[in-house]
């Protein structure tokens, strides 16, 4: 059995191919066809006639994920396995960016970052998992499009906010946690002050929520308002920019409800039972997570969300911790409103946190602290398939506790010496080989 290499560099529209062997040598030369129908049968042609003409041959396909501009290739390569000896794959572009630079590639083209695709599927094969389906990519663009809508509507909110406080600042005391639905109701049909002042209190209190009483002191605010702002085109801007939110209202609500009616899963449920979580929060993580066997462990999940620390020393030199943040934003975002509401919610991370700020660390260090512990408690519910349960973190980390303390005393990195007094290292690593080599108990002091 031969294996090929088929290296592809998805662009908008097209894609450039190249098919290397296993010693990273080209058997044919490099091709572009376009995203099309026709390029499409193109390239099953090429295909088929190589591996008629290699009828041992296994090829080897993978692309890099470039925002969904790939899908088109690899559905089409995945339709190929049925009748050709074909596998497929995505990879993660920044593994191929880097390994270019490890073979100090200097020159970028199209045909040379499919060639780049291709020794990465040679010198990486543990890194490249080929026929995965990912079941869950529609339901993530569904998630993506609610998130879109939502930053819209606080954006819409931030400048509705700005023009009802000359047009009518009064109604501002209404929205101090948030905005009711009666509030904008109720400035679409009184855009300002102006035109609040003259309105009947039969027909304010038609609105939904608002009764007589609440009516007679809105008009009677809106006639000793201070508003400066009484013309036309600010109440149009009111009048438009609440009828877009109210809009936006209805299709973040609609989309919300496709979204919980279509991803009905059992880890969701487990995933609710930790204070912090709601209903959305834990569909979002599971279309991230996908499943948990894809994480060895819990490292591993930590680092693809970027929530892990990262570091650099060598040395003398040492730099601060801070967190990686290389992984999806929005689970990062909800990871922190998680954190945000367990130090006031949930007795263990709140007791977590403050531990962080007790050794020194700053409100935001010590959030992201909680946002660690928060994605690991969710790795092991989903490992073990138990809900939330503070005693089983609390023996957990009694174990970790132990286990760390006879790690310590092993010595591993010093194992087949210890320090030498003689040796010509620098003021500060004699300081620190110092502060290593004193008992625990003085450390501690």
């Known amino acids: 059995m031969t294996n090929f290499y088929l290296g592809i560099d998805v662009s908008k529209g097209y894609a450039d ?13 490099s091709f572009q066809l376009d995203d099309t129908f026709p390029g499409h049968c193109s390239l099953y042609a090429i295909l088929e006639d190589f591996l008629q003409r290699h009828p041992e041959a296994t090829v080897y396909a993978a692309l890099e994920s470039t925002g969904g501009y790939e899908n088109n290739w690899f559905n089409a390569l995945c339709s190929f396995q049925a009748s050709l000896n074909v596998h497929c794959a995505r990879l993660n572009p920044c ?33 490249v998992y080929f026929d995965q389906e990912d079941q869950f990519a ?27 406080y000359s047009a009518y600042p009064d109604i501002l005391t209404y929205c101090r946690d948030n905005t ?55 109440a149009q801007l009111v009048s438009t ?5 109210k809009q936006l209202n209805t299709t973040i609500k609609k989309q919300t409800k496709l979204l919980y009616d279509n991803c009905s899963l059992p880890e969701v449920e487990l995933l609710k039972s930790f204070p912090g979580i709601g209903e959305y929060a834990a569909i979002v993580l599971m279309l991230h997570i996908q499943t948990v066997h894809r994480f060895p462990s819990v490292k591993k999940l930590c680092a693809y969300f970027g929530v892990h620390p990262v570091f650099n020393e060598s040395g003398d030199a040492s730099g601060l911790f801070r967190m990686s943040k290389q992984g999806n934003r929005e689970v990062r975002h909800i990871l922190f409103m998680a954190a945000f509401s367990g130090i006031t919610h949930n007795p263990l991370i709140k007791e977590y946190y403050h531990r962080q700020l007790q050794k020194g660390l700053s409100g935001m260090a010590a959030l992201g602290a909680c946002m660690h512990k928060i994605l690991r408690i969710i790795y092991g519910m989903l490992k073990s398939g138990q809900p939330f349960d503070p005693e ?53 002091t």
């Open 17 to 29: 191919f190249v098919l290397f062997d296993a010693n990273k040598k080209p058997v044919m030369d």
């Open 95 to 127: 593994g191929v960016k880097n390994n270019s630079k490890a073979a100090l590639n200097r020159i970028k083209t199209d045909p040379l970052s499919a060639r780049d695709v291709a020794e990465y599927m040679i010198a990486h094969p543990d890194k």
């Open 180 to 234: 009711p639905d009666w509030v904008l109701s109720f400035l679409q049909q009184y855009p300002t002050a102006a035109h609040a002042a003259q309105a009947q209190v039969a027909d304010v209190a038609k609105i939904p929520y608002v009764t007589k009483q609440k009516a007679q002191q809105l008009i009677h605010e809106a006639q000793n308002s201070v508003a400066s702002a009484t013309d036309e085109t600010s």
């Open 241 to 245: 920019i609440v009828g877009q939110i």
């Open 138 to 164: 529609s339901l993530r663009k569904q998630a993506k499009f609610i998130s879109i809508l939502t930053k819209q509507r606080t954006q819409l909110f931030n400048q509705l906010e700005t023009i009802i």
């Open 392 to 444: 089983i973190d609390k023996y957990n980390r009694e174990n970790s506790k132990a286990y760390n303390k006879e790690k310590k005393q092993e010595g591993k990195q010093r194992r087949y010496q210890n320090f030498d007094n003689n040796a010509p290292v620098s003021r500060r690593q004699r300081q620190k080989r110092k502060e290593q080599s004193e008992p625990q108990s003085t450390s501690s």
